[in-house]
């Protein structure tokens, strides 16, 4: 990455001496964004424009831990960036929180700069405090008045999640191995003239698998609950939770072994329109997954 005179300006507000481009390692890292993560959490817009400011200046670290030895780099500017094409899974624009931070180049962090250099050393993961909880189906905030929805669970075709905000405190960023948010970490720079058109790109692309992955995973979820109720399984209401809780390759797994049941059994007339829509799909399908 190039270092600008402007950005050697910022980062020597935390030196003891005025550092040299020769002197530092500088890379850019996207801290968190607004989409839902593994826990059933996400940031709030809002939330993202407090971290911008609270970050600056905070710390990087290995796995959350606090020994001043762990201490890797520090963050001296931020940015925040919205995707207006790639939409959220809560229908937000997909918006990031990233900071650049640097390193002084020395013996000891060669290996560690090379890592970075390398994809190696990449997903980090943030810890600050949210003064506010608030629950995605009833508007509760859980911290003072906890609901009886459950993170991840579906309620009137909604994904409930916890929608986090009022950033009172950033503690410190650590490279993880998993990070919640699955975006987290460093990236590559693009200038601003590009990076407009390259993520619009890159969304339409995404938006476009996305859509195909959906539609067969309903369909593929529609033909087990059919081939369930011809196979004399359970039906209804249960089945159907249990049907909405499993991904494109559990679907297909349970496809296979309700079709290995059935050779030693009468097939009705059912099994074998299901059987032949499958046979006419199955090219389409295979061109997008690897079973």
Known sequence: ?????????QLNTFT???LTADEVYI???RLCDNEIDRDGERFSLDALEEMKE???GKTGIFDHNPSGEKQSARIFQT?????EGNITEAGEAYTS?????????TDGNSDLIREIDAGIKKEVSVSVSAGSKICSICGKDTRISPCTHINGEEYNGKICHTILSQITDAYEWSFVAVPAQRNAGVTKHYNEDNLDNKSLEISKQIEFYK???SEVEERTRREVMQMQFANGGIIGKAFSRIASKMDLRELLDFKDELLSMQKNEPVSQL????KNKRNEGEENISSFFTR
């Not at 990455?1 to 300006?9: A, G, K, N, V, W």
């Open 54 to 56: 609270l970050f600056i």
């Open 79 to 83: 940015e925040i960036i919205t995707e």
């Open 271 to 274: 099994l074998f329109i299901q």
């Open 1 to 9: 990455m190039d270092i600008t005179p402007e950005m050697l300006t």
């Open 27 to 29: 890379f850019r890292v």
């Open 211 to 213: 859509n195909i992955l």
């Open 16 to 18: 003891r001496r005025e």
């Open 97 to 105: 929180l990233f900071a650049y931070a640097y390193m002084v180049k």
